[in-house]
């Protein structure tokens, strides 16, 4: 994988730049569509790369090692044939999965024992068998094996974690190293930045993680519960610590405000499964606000979803239409909601790339917040 920056907005840290991976270019920032289960619910692989315009999505380790598994991925030759998608692919570690399993994982030195959601199976990961799986599942950007750590959080456990995390760290890079890809093309594995909100223990796992010098760095345990103001200072001292010749990915985030704040700190990559699962449940993003589309009054409303958008340009879908199949549990509604959400985000990281190489980014990303976070 490589990376080249190509602009730098004169009043911001935002940065745009390239990621060069086996199955094609991204430009960033980016944001990432979650495909969970190897699927980005609702939508088709060519409505992803034709009409939301996506450059890369997300799959999960936990999910997709639990259900098709591991065997049925390696035969298919990956997942990138298995799903039909031909661009580049991020697996996250399934360390936030373990992280949301409270009840039914017990986190230790060698890894973490756990309960599948599915069958109650028992399972172990590693730090070294969770670099085997993603090498079988087949994605460009691997995730190393990290604690991902609870809000609040307290300092004694989140130093102990981010230690033991950095160790995880060491041996993911062992196993990566002295393993090969199986499906003829590169792969590249990022570590993952801990340390909840306290700064030390920030800045002391980011300069541990910058001396791993791997490709590409991420920035876990943010999003999870804080507020929005701890995130982005995390965000700022983590950014000023790790290479600015390495992508760098917010992991889960997040709102398109917490989008554009955190490009401003200098993030290029983002995913969330927020566009998508609050679509499914009626909430749409727009350039002008938020919109409830359950809500009673749009329910004469005849005009277009989103009057700026090309998306549904040859289609009448209003936002009545849109509130009606939402009510009625049609899943078009679903599959509308989701797809106006996604090209939205990716819209608007598309329009922050345009600002950042034009030096507008900083005054347009203020106008653009206001507007964002209105409930219309």
Known sequence: MKFKLTATDPSSKARAGEITTDHGTIQTPIFMPVGTAGTVKAVHQRELKQDIEAQIILGNTYHLYLRPGLDTLERAGGLHKFNGWDGPILTDSGGYQVYSLTEVRKIKEEGVTFRSH??????????????????????????????????????????????????????CCTRFDETEPKYGY???????????VYKDLRVKSAEVIASFEREGNAIGGLSVGEPAEEMYAMTEVVCNILPEEKPRYLMGVGTPVNLLENIALGIDMFDCVMPTRNGRNGMLFTKNGIINIKNEKWKNDFSAIDEDSDLFADISYSKAYLRHLIHSGEMLGAQIATLHNLHFYLWLVKQAREKIISGEFYNWKNTMVKSLSQRL
């Not at 087949?138 to 991902?148: K, Q, S, V």
């Not at 590169?186 to 909840?196: D, H, K, R, Y």
């Open 186 to 196: 590169n792969q590249t594995l990022f570590p993952i930045v801990q340390g909840s």
């Open 118 to 171: 599915i069958d109650g199976s028992k399972h172990l990961f590693t730090p070294e068998n969770v670099m085997d799986i993603q090498r079988t599942i087949g994605a460009d950007i691997i995730m190393a094996f990290d604690e991902c750590t609870p809000y609040p959080c307290d300092y004694g456990y989140a130093r102990r974690s981010i230690e033991m995390t950095h160790r995880w760290l060491q041996r």
